[in-house]
């Protein structure tokens, strides 16, 4: 009786759905469909081009008819539609297919779609689609296809689909953000239902009961939402058709309070079609049953990876012969490896890394002769790597780091022809690096021997490795000189050879690597004059010399004056420019040096006394008896490369007519940026403090000043001069052609996501740009300094896209790692005292507490614009509207559900034109590094130097990626683009 109710009941919730009447006409279909017209558009010359122009309406593109000239499909699938879906549709009543998918249709779905009682498939999937899926869809008897995958919907599946659509064979509402339990309720049945995918919503509660009603479900895919409850052990057991089972990234737990994983295992044993297990990232505990090894013998993959399951890998896993993919990693598990593993002949991938398994390697594994990938890091591992591994001519990649192995490093692992990464780091390796293994090819990756007791020299047959693009042998007791013959490996990007006994020069080739980004060979006993062909490489970025015995003098110009003293230190023989090191001086220049300390103190007050007075520029005029000599204080780096105008209070006037409103650019807290035009030409940005703070806006003017004079970086604005009186305070500051960050992310009238006309590349030259700009002020700066309010609007672009940080009102000085200066500047972040640092949205917790400025608390700051530019999602919409952080609105889907966090992203389409391969794997590493860096733990947080490094780390992925042509692939179930 309960279920006769239920049509009755949705009619009344719908307000009584138009229901199309037998007399209708061909007429009234034409009709329907010119009012589908009105509400939606495409390109010109695209699917509309012949609608509405003669009255064959059985002609227009994507409408089909039957014999009566009545519509009976309408398909217009992947056509570019934008606008709604008209509720007139309602009125085909002979439509049997309705295929809308895979366009940019908005809106929510029609509630009238559930009078089209003919109607037997219905695909708007791949939309923009919003609001609850209609109750009256219920009503469709007839409907055995429903796809609204892609979509933004949201609210509760309704019943009616589970409980009246009994034709229904597929049903996918995946990707979306349905929340609820699912309502399959035991009385319900759909006894034809084949497909069933619901992943990547917000869907809670247990696995319903009642799936085992359709016994006729080949593919059940519930993956990356938050059910909870026990496996059950009484549902797929009566799926005896069963080929595709996704249960990962859930709160599922196993029987008996998490601890045995039996009874739901047991229950696939009758699931003898069962090809592709997953259930990682449940945090399931217990052990692996010991019958693990008599699931279906037709099963291909197994993934348990990121749970919390213990004891040994049962023996009789073995049996599993068809097996191609194993992913165990990441659990408890303990014991050894076992040998019998190698009758799993098909295998493909094995990942076994990041648990607690001891003893030696078995033999055996070198007997699977399709294993590609072998990962074992991250265990306990002994013993000798086995030198059966050159039987597996099909090896890859080869990752056996962070373990405790021993002995020498097998020579037999050069006939690994086809091997592209090897990771060997973090072991207790000794003895030479063979020679074979060191003229591997085929590496094209990367070549990690870091971290062991290796020694002897460097092989020459280094040099063979032509398509390597990173070598890592530092931290071992390699000794020698560093063969020319090393300048062979002409793809290389990144070397790093410190912490050796290396001795001699560095050869001129090895300098000139026409792609070498990372250089570093500190630690050693290196010695002559650092190359000319260092200072004037143009992919050099990083660079470290330190602790050697080089001499002679560090460059002025190209990429070694950009490095920091800690690259230098710990080379007594090595003096030039860059602050921290020892300077060149001649005698002529040391005799005069008592008159230039002179001239230096009486520049200094000069300054400061006409900067009290009068409109003057904010860096010293050189004296004239110093001619072109530059000044330097133990404090301060050269605040200047040339003479800046003195500018009075009418030229600045002049430059922006009157601080008129028309020129006005940007407003904050402490004032308004004008644009203008100097005398000469220069188009400049004005800065005009607000008289009316007071004392706290002559603080932040004093401040800004004072950062800005003591900083000198690429990814820093640049100050031309300052003007002040007694009662104005303005900087004037190069104007940055492409505005700020904040802008071109939410350009004016724009009410999508964030993101504006920005591509990937851009966002990630302008991440990299800021992460160098706040890594050069808190590690490398003359002056350490915490800008306190890192946000996009602080960020300007200049005509090439380079991202330069600005306002520095509220930033803090830096002394021996603790904030230091002025009276307020040691003061804690307040919000009652009003110097809260930073903006909503952008604030570390820490602040609100009271907690004083840290170089921490920017960190937080950066990885909020960092999770920004990759969502589209402004922090306070996030805040004010769902009452989360952007950090933990970015954790309820990461990592389960990495389609929502990046649905709203304009780069998106961008990035799915151009290489969303590419781009797919930075965004994921992107993501995980803005969460790390606004974790809420100070403590916990990376530096920015660190997050420099990573950042450097993802761009030469990119290039390698580039490089290769991309031809790396994923699945259409892998990647989120495709979502």
Request: proline share 6%.
């Amino acid at each position: 009786m309960a279920n006769l109710l239920i049509p009755i009941i949705i009619i009344l919730h719908v307000g009584l759905v138009p229901i199309a009447v037998a007399s209708a006409v061909p007429g009234d279909d034409r009709s329907a469909l010119l009012a589908f017209l009105s509400n939606v558009s495409a390109e010109p010359g695209g699917a509309f081009a012949d609608w509405g122009r003669s009255p064959e309406f059985c002609n227009w593109t994507g409408v089909m008819c039957g014999r009566r000239r009545r519509v009976t499909q309408l398909v217009l699938s992947g056509k570019g539609l934008c606008g709604a879906i008209a509720p007139a549709l309602g009125r085909l009543s002979f439509l049997t297919v309705l295929d809308l998918s895979s366009n940019a249709l908005s809106g929510a779905i029609p509630p009238e779609l559930g009078a089209l009682s003919m109607l037997t498939q219905l695909s708007l999937a791949n939309n923009l689609l919003e609001g609850a899926v209609p109750a009256g869809l219920g009503l469709l008897r007839k409907l055995y296809f429903l796809d609204l995958s892609g979509n933004r919907l949201s609210g509760r599946i309704p019943g009616t689909l589970f409980c009246n659509c009994s034709a229904l064979q597929y049903l996918d509402l995946a990707n979306n953000s349905l929340a609820g339990d699912i309502p399959y309720a035991d009385e319900c049945r759909l006894p034809s239902l084949r497909y069933l995918l619901l992943w990547s919503n917000d869907l809670s509660g247990p696995i319903p009961p009642a799936l085992a009603n359709s016994s006729m479900l080949e593919w059940v895919d519930f993956e990356s939402n938050y059910l909870a409850g026990e496996l059950p052990s009484r549902v797929f057991d009566r799926l005896p058709r069963l080929q595709y089972l996704y249960l990962s990234y859930n709160n599922l737990s196993s029987h008996d309070g998490n601890t045995d994983l039996d009874p739901f295992f047991r229950s696939l044993r009758n699931c003898t079609h069962l090809q592709e297990l997953e259930l990682a990232g449940n945090d399931l505990g217990g052990r692996l049953p010991p019958f693990a090894g008599e699931l279906p013998r037709g099963l291909r993959q197994l993934h348990l990876e990121d749970n919390a399951i213990s004891g040994s890998i049962p023996p009789n896993i073995s049996s599993l012969v068809n097996l191609t993919y194993l992913n165990l990693s990441n659990n408890l598990l303990n014991g050894s490896i076992p040998p019998d593993m190698s009758h799993m002949q098909r295998l493909e991938r094995l990942y076994l890394s990041n648990n607690l398994l001891s003893g030696e390697i078995p033999k055996s594994i070198g007997e699977i002769p399709h294993l590609g990938l072998v990962d074992f890091s991250g265990n306990r591992l002994t013993g000798a790597i086995p030198d059966t591994f050159s039987n597996l001519t099909q090896l890859r990649r080869l990752m056996l780091h962070h373990n405790q192995l021993s002995g020498a490093i097998p020579p037999s692992l050069g006939d690994c022809l086809n091997l592209e990464i090897l990771d060997l780091s973090y072991n207790g390796l000794e003895g030479p690096i063979p020679a074979y293994v060191a003229a591997l090819s085929s590496l094209k990756l990367y070549l990690n021997l870091s971290n062991n007791h290796l020694e002897g020299p460097l092989p020459l047959e280094l040099s063979k490795m032509d398509m390597i693009l990173a070598l890592d042998l530092s931290a071992n007791k390699i000794a020698g000189t560093i063969p020319s013959q090393l300048g062979s490996c002409i793809a290389l990007e990144y070397l790093n050879l410190s912490g050796n006994a290396l001795r001699g020069a560095l050869p001129a080739s090895v300098a000139a690597l026409p792609f070498l980004q990372v250089l570093d060979v500190s630690r050693n006993a290196l010695s002559g004059p650092l190359l000319e062909s260092l200072r004037v490489s143009t992919s050099l970025q990083e660079a470290n010399f330190s602790y050697n015995n080089f001499t002679g003098v560090v460059p002025r110009a190209g990429v070694l004056a950009n490095l920091s003293a800690e690259a230098f230190r710990g080379n007594p023989g090595l003096c030039g420019d860059v602050p921290g090191i020892a300077r060149c001086q001649t005698k002529r220049e040391r005799r005069r040096r008592p008159l230039v300390s002179a001239a230096v103190g009486i520049v200094v007050a000069v300054s400061f006394m006409l900067g009290a007075v009068g409109c003057r520029s904010m860096v010293t005029a050189r004296a004239k008896r110093t001619g072109r000599q530059s000044v330097r204080l133990a404090d301060v780096e050269d605040q200047a490369e040339r003479e800046h105008p003195r500018i009075s209070y009418r030229e600045l006037c002049e430059a922006t007519g009157g601080f008129v409103q028309e020129g006005l650019i940007g407003a904050g807290r402490f004032g308004r940026v004008y644009e203008g035009t100097l005398r000469h030409g220069a188009r400049v940005a004005v800065k005009v403090l607000d008289p009316k703070g007071g004392g706290e806006v002559s603080g932040s003017f004093k401040r800004e000043c004072e950062v800005l004079k003591r900083t000198r970086h690429k990814n820093l604005v640049r100050v031309i001069t300052t003007c002040s009186t007694a009662s104005f305070n303005a900087l004037v500051l190069p104007l940055m052609p492409k505005g700020s960050l904040d802008g071109l992310l939410y350009p004016p009238g724009d009410n999508g996501g964030g993101g504006g006309g920005l591509s990937f590349c851009q966002i990630m030259g302008i991440v990299s740009d800021i992460a160098e700009g706040m890594a050069y002020l808190h590690h490398y700066a003359p002056v350490r300094v915490v800008h306190c309010d890192l946000k996009p609007s602080n960020v300007l672009l200049d005509e090439g896209m380079r991202a330069v940080i600005s306002d520095f009102g509220i930033a803090r000085l830096v002394a021996g790692g603790e904030v230091s200066g002025t009276s307020d500047e040691s003061a804690p972040c307040n919000s009652i005292t009003g110097l809260l640092q930073g903006s909503v949205g952008y604030i570390a917790p820490e602040y609100g507490l009271g907690g004083h400025p840290s170089t921490q608390g920017d960190v937080y700051s950066f990885g909020v614009m960092l999770l920004e530019l990759i969502t589209g999602k402004r922090p306070t919409d996030v805040i004010f509207q769902e009452g989360l952080t952007l950090h933990d609105w970015v954790r309820r889907h990461y990592p389960h559900d990495v389609a929502a966090v990046v649905a709203h992203a304009p780069w998106r389409e961008r990035a799915l034109q151009s290489s969303p391969e590419a781009a797919q794997v930075a965004v994921v590493e992107l993501i995980e590094l803005g969460l790390v860096c606004t974790q809420h733990s100070p403590a916990l947080r990376p530096t920015m130097a660190d997050v420099c490094h990573e950042i450097t780390l993802l761009k030469e992925d990119l290039a390698r990626h580039d490089a290769a042509g991309g031809r790396r692939s994923f699945s259409t179930k892998d990647s989120f683009f495709s979502n």
